[in-house]
C-alpha cells in the first residue's frame, strides 16, 4: 500500500481520494470502539473490492482448536479467537435500482476523517453510478461511550443530476466468519430472527463457549431533513435480516437514514433477556435522537482527553501520532470491566486472537495508571488475579507443584492458548511481568492494601513457580534458569537469559519483602493468606536461597551482562552492516539464520535495565545500551519505545528522538506494512510512556516520590502532557527554554524535578 497517504492533522486522521489499494489499511487506522466492542471501518454500502470486515465485542471468544504438526504433552488444545461478530453497520444502497459500490462506479472528492477529539467517523464522497446518475454522500457514526452498547449511524445521500428513487437496505448480517479461522470454521449458531417496523434484531450464540449476543437495529428516514415514514419490505434469511425502503426524490433532494445499532451479550444479562435489552437499547438511541447522542459523545471524549492528551507543539505529524495512540488505547479499554483486558491489536484487527500478552503489564499499565482514575489499573491486575487458579492448573500440567504459578503467555479466559513451544512454554519471563504489574501499581498509587487483598496470594504463587523452575548448577555453584525463551524472541531455548533471571530473582524477593510487611500491617489478612496458601516461613526461606544465588551471565570482556549464556559465541555484527534489503529478517531470511544471529527482535536485557533503571548507575546503562541497541533490529513494535525512553535517560536525545518517531506513526505510516491486519494497539502504550517517561523523564520508584527529569528534542517547540497522580491532576509543559508544571488539584504535591524537591501548592503554576 501507499505509506504516507494519512494527511496531517492535529486531531484528525484524514484520508482524501479514493485508492482501493488502502482500503483495508484505512479499514483499521479508521476503527471506532468504545473499549466494551468495536468496529473496523467498513463501508456501510456493499463494496466488492478488497476488504476485510469486522465488528468485535470484547469478551466473547471462541476457542479456536489449534493446527500442529506434531503434537507434544502440554500443548493447549485451542488458540482463544476474539470473534468477529454480526454486522450491525450495514446499509446497502441503491439508485434507481443500481446498487452503490465503490468499487464499480466512479468516485470523487473522497474524505476519510476520524475525529479523535470528539470520537466519530465521517465519509465523504461524489460517485457517479454505471447508469449516470451521480449522488453525493456523506455518513458518519460512532460507537457511544455514555452507553456502551450502542452505536449511531447517520448516511445521507444526495440526487445531484437525477429524480427517481434512493432505496436504503439496512440490514443485520450473522453469517459472519473469521478471517484467522484455523478451518474455516463457523463460529455462530443463529437462535431467533425477530423482524419488526423498522426494527430488527437477532439472537446468536457462539458454538462451544455459548455466549449469547442480541444485536438489534432500528431505522429512521429523513428528507431534507423533514422526517419521512418509508414503507417496509422484510427479508428474514437463514443468518440475517434485511429490510428494504425506497424514497422517491427530486433532483437536489437529500435522503437521509439513521441506523442506530446495539450489542447485548450473555457477559451482562440473563440470556432470555437479550433480544428486550437489544431492542430497548435502540429504542432509546433513536429517541435521544443522533445530534443528542453525538454531543454525549463529545462530552465524554472530552473528559478523557482532559487527563489524558499530549500537546506537541512544531511537528504536526508528532502531534497527529501520539493523539491517535492515546486514542486508540482508549477505544480498546476503558477500565470499567475487570473480565475485559487489551489485546495487542485491540478491535482493529484478529491477529493475536484479541487475546491478552504480557504487554499489559508490562507496557499498558503505566499509560492507564497515569491517565485514569486508580480503579482502572486495579481492575487490569484483577484480572490477573481472577485468573490464579488457572494459571495455578497451568503450571501443575507442566509439571509444577504445591500452588506454583505460571500466567498463560497469551490468553482469554486465565488458559494457555498459544501453542508454539518456544512462546507458550519458553517465554516464563511473563510471570515476572505480573508482579511487575503489580510493583508498578502500588509504587505509583501508594495502595499498598491491594498487596494484601489480593497481590499477595499471587506473588507467592510466582515465587513458588521460580523456585521450582530454577535448578542448582554445580559446576556454577549457583542456581540457574535453563531452557527459556527472552523477550528477545529471536533466539530459542537458550540458557540464563539475564532478563528471566534477574525477574526470577526479583520476583521471590519483593515477594518476601510484602509478605513482611503484610505481616507488620496486615496481620489478620496475612494469617488468612497464609492459611489459604499453606505458605510457611521454612518455604519462604528456600526461595530467598534461589533468590541470593542466582547466576547471571557476565562478559569481563564487554563489562556487560550477556543476554544469555552463549551469546558471546555468536557473529556479533551490528545492524547498520546488513544490506537493507536483508530486513526486516523475519520476512527475508529463514528461521534457522535468525534463531543463530546476534540480532535482537526487542529489547531483552535492556528491558530489564528499563524496568529497574534505579538498580543500575548510568554507566552501567550506557554500556550495555552501546553494546545492545547496535544488534537490536526492532522487528516488534514493542521494542524501540524502551530503546527511546533509555536513550532519553542516558543524555542521548537524538536517538531518543529516532526511536520515537518509530513508535509514534508504526501504523499510520505503515512501517512494517502490515496494518491492513490490525493496529498494534499494546506498542501504542510504548509510545505514550516515550514521551511521559522518555522526554519528560518521569518515574516513581518504592519510595513512592514523583520525579521528572524534562528534556525536549531539539525538532520540538515544546510539548505538554498530563498525569492523574493519586487522584491530583499535574499539567507538565516542557518548551526549548521553559518547564513548568501546573498542579491542577486541591492538594500541594511534592515532587522531584532535575534532581531538585519541590513543592507545588494547589491551583498553582511553577516554572523550573
Ligand atoms: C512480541 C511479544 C508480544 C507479542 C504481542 C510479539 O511480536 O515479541 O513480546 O507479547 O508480539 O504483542
Known amino acids: 500500500m501507499n505509506k504516507d497517504y494519512i494527511k496531517p492533522f492535529e486531531w484528525s486522521i484524514?484520508?482524501?481520494?479514493?485508492?482501493?489499494?488502502?482500503?483495508?489499511?484505512?479499514?483499521?487506522?479508521?476503527?471506532?470502539?468504545?473499549?466494551?466492542?468495536?468496529?473496523?471501518?467498513?463501508?456501510?454500502?456493499?463494496?466488492?473490492?478488497?476488504?476485510?470486515q469486522g465488528s468485535y465485542i470484547g469478551g466473547i471468544y471462541y476457542p479456536d482448536k489449534t493446527r500442529v504438526g506434531w503434537w507434544k504433552n502440554g500443548y493447549p488444545e485451542y488458540f482463544a479467537k476474539v470473534l468477529n461478530a454480526p454486522n450491525w453497520i450495514g446499509i446497502d444502497i441503491q439508485i434507481n435500482e443500481t446498487e452503490l459500490d465503490l468499487n464499480t462506479c466512479k468516485v470523487s472528492?473522497?474524505?476519510?476523517?476520524?475525529?479523535?477529539?470528539?470520537?466519530?467517523?465521517?465519509?465523504?464522497?461524489?460517485?457517479?453510478?454505471?447508469?449516470?446518475?451521480?449522488?453525493?454522500?456523506?455518513?458518519?457514526?460512532?460507537?457511544?461511550?455514555?452507553?456502551?452498547?450502542?452505536?449511531?449511524?447517520?448516511?445521507?445521500?444526495?440526487?445531484?443530476?437525477?429524480?427517481?428513487?434512493?432505496?436504503?437496505?439496512?440490514?443485520i448480517d450473522a453469517g459472519i466468519v473469521n478471517e484467522d479461522?484455523?478451518?474455516?470454521?463457523?463460529?455462530?449458531?443463529?437462535?431467533?430472527?425477530?423482524?419488526?417496523?423498522?426494527?430488527?434484531?437477532?439472537?446468536?450464540?457462539?458454538?462451544?463457549?455459548a455466549f449469547h449476543l442480541a444485536t438489534a437495529m432500528e431505522v429512521l428516514f429523513a428528507v431534507n431533513n423533514e422526517k419521512v415514514n418509508a414503507l417496509q419490505q422484510t427479508e428474514v434469511e437463514e443468518k440475517s435480516l434485511h429490510y428494504t425502503y425506497t424514497l422517491n426524490v427530486n433532483k437536489g433532494d437529500t435522503a437521509t437514514i439513521y441506523k442506530y445499532g446495539s450489542c447485548v451479550s450473555s457477559l451482562n444479562y440473563p440470556k432470555e433477556d437479550l433480544i428486550e435489552v437489544a431492542f430497548d437499547n435502540v429504542k432509546k438511541a433513536h429517541k435521544l435522537g443522533f445530534l443528542n447522542l453525538l454531543e454525549s459523545q463529545k462530552v465524554a471524549w472530552s473528559n478523557i482527553w482532559?487527563?489524558?492528551?499530549?500537546?506537541?507543539?512544531?511537528?504536526?505529524?508528532?502531534?497527529?501520532?501520539?493523539?491517535?495512540?492515546?486514542?486508540?488505547l482508549n477505544q480498546t479499554y476503558l477500565g470499567t470491566d475487570a473480565r475485559l483486558n487489551i489485546g495487542p491489536k485491540g478491535f482493529t484487527g484478529e491477529k493475536y486472537g484479541g487475546?491478552?500478552?504480557?504487554?499489559?503489564?508490562?507496557?499498558?499499565?503505566?499509560?492507564?495508571?497515569?491517565?485514569?482514575?486508580?480503579?482502572?489499573?486495579?481492575?487490569?491486575?484483577?484480572?490477573?488475579?481472577?485468573?490464579?487458579?488457572?494459571?495455578?492448573?497451568?503450571?501443575?500440567?507442566?509439571?509444577?507443584?504445591?500452588?506454583?504459578a505460571l500466567y498463560p503467555m497469551v490468553t482469554m479466559n486465565g488458559e494457555e492458548c498459544h501453542n508454539e513451544w518456544e512462546i507458550t512454554f519458553e517465554e516464563i519471563h511473563r510471570n515476572g511481568?505480573?508482579?511487575?504489574?503489580?510493583?508498578?501499581?502500588?509504587?505509583?498509587?501508594?495502595?499498598?492494601?491491594y498487596v494484601p487483598k489480593f497481590g499477595l496470594e499471587v506473588m507467592i504463587a510466582v515465587a513458588r513457580f521460580w523456585h521450582q523452575r530454577a535448578n542448582f548448577s554445580e559446576a556454577k555453584g549457583q542456581y540457574v534458569v535453563l531452557g527459556v525463551t527472552g523477550p528477545n524472541e529471536y533466539e530459542n531455548n537458550v540458557n540464563n537469559n539475564f532478563y528471566t533471571n534477574y525477574l526470577a530473582k526479583w520476583c521471590i524477593q519483593y515477594a518476601v519483602e510484602c509478605l513482611n510487611r503484610v505481616e507488620q500491617e496486615y496481620p489478620a489478612d496475612f494469617k488468612r493468606v497464609m492459611a489459604k496458601t499453606k505458605l510457611t516461613n521454612k518455604e519462604a526461606k528456600k526461595w530467598l536461597q534461589v533468590a541470593e544465588n542466582m547466576y547471571f551471565p557476565f562478559s569481563l570482556e564487554h563489562n556487560v551482562y550477556l543476554q544469555?549464556?552463549?551469546?558471546?559465541?555468536?557473529?556479533?555484527?551490528?545492524?547498520?552492516?546488513?544490506?537493507?534489503?536483508?530486513?526486516?529478517?523475519?520476512?527475508?531470511?529463514s528461521w534457522d539464520r535468525i534463531l543463530r544471529s546476534c540480532y535482537i527482535k526487542q529489547a531483552d536485557v535492556l528491558q530489564c535495565m528499563f524496568f529497574f533503571e534505579n538498580k543500575f548507575g548510568k554507566e552501567d546503562l550506557e554500556r550495555h545500551f552501546d553494546f545492545y541497541e547496535p544488534l537490536t533490529v526492532h522487528e516488534s513494535s514493542l521494542s524501540p519505545c524502551v530503546h527511546s525512553i533509555l536513550a532519553a535517560s542516558i543524555d542521548r536525545m537524538p536517538k531518543a528522538y529516532e526511536q520515537y518517531v518509530r513508535t509514534s506513526r508504526l501504523d499510520l505510516d505503515d512501517y512494517n506494512h502490515e496494518v491492513h491486519e490490525g493496529c498494534h494497539i499494546t506498542s501504542m502504550a510504548g509510545t505514550w510512556m516515550s514521551i511521559v517517561q522518555g522526554f519528560g523523564g518521569m518515574r516513581v520508584w518504592e519510595d513512592g516520590i514523583l520525579t521528572f527529569n524534562p528534556q525536549i528534542p531539539k525538532e520540538w517547540k515544546s510539548y505538554s502532557f498530563t498525569i492523574n497522580f493519586r487522584g491530583n491532576i499535574i499539567k507538565v509543559f516542557k518548551s526549548q527554554t521553559e518547564c513548568k508544571f501546573f498542579n491542577e488539584s486541591g492538594n500541594e504535591i511534592h515532587m522531584i524535578v532535575n534532581k531538585n524537591k519541590i513543592l507545588i501548592p494547589s491551583n498553582q503554576l511553577v516554572t523550573i
Request: net charge negative; hydrophobic share 35%; glycine share 6%.
Open 14 to 52: 484524514v484520508e482524501e481520494g479514493f485508492d482501493p489499494e488502502n482500503v483495508e489499511a484505512s479499514e483499521s487506522l479508521f476503527s471506532i470502539g468504545n473499549g466494551s466492542m468495536g468496529q473496523r471501518a467498513n463501508f456501510e454500502e456493499n463494496y466488492s473490492g478488497k476488504t476485510f
Open 109 to 171: 472528492n473522497f474524505k476519510r476523517e476520524l475525529n479523535m477529539k470528539e470520537g466519530w467517523l465521517s465519509r465523504s464522497f461524489n460517485a457517479i453510478l454505471e447508469t449516470g446518475e451521480e449522488i453525493q454522500v456523506n455518513t458518519k457514526r460512532f460507537i457511544s461511550l455514555e452507553y456502551n452498547e450502542t452505536g449511531a449511524i447517520e448516511y445521507a445521500v444526495k440526487a445531484i443530476n437525477f429524480s427517481g428513487e434512493i432505496t436504503f437496505s439496512p440490514y
Open 181 to 209: 479461522s484455523n478451518y474455516d470454521e463457523y463460529f455462530w449458531e443463529i437462535l431467533k430472527i425477530v423482524s419488526g417496523r423498522n426494527s430488527g434484531c437477532i439472537l446468536s450464540k457462539t458454538l462451544k463457549t
Open 306 to 328: 482532559h487527563t489524558a492528551d499530549i500537546i506537541i507543539e512544531g511537528d504536526i505529524k508528532a502531534q497527529q501520532g501520539i493523539r491517535f495512540n492515546i486514542f486508540q
Open 355 to 404: 487475546s491478552t500478552y504480557w504487554d499489559t503489564e508490562a507496557y499498558c499499565i503505566p499509560f492507564y495508571m497515569a491517565t485514569k482514575d486508580a480503579s482502572v489499573a486495579k481492575n487490569l491486575l484483577l484480572y490477573r488475579y481472577n485468573q490464579l487458579d488457572k494459571a495455578i492448573e497451568n503450571a501443575e500440567k507442566l509439571g509444577f507443584k504445591n500452588g506454583a
Open 433 to 449: 511481568a505480573m508482579i511487575y504489574g503489580i510493583y508498578n501499581y502500588v509504587n505509583y498509587t501508594q495502595d499498598f492494601e
Open 564 to 589: 544469555q549464556d552463549g551469546f558471546l559465541d555468536k557473529e556479533l555484527i551490528p545492524v547498520a552492516e546488513l544490506e537493507s534489503s536483508e530486513r526486516p529478517i523475519n520476512q527475508k531470511w
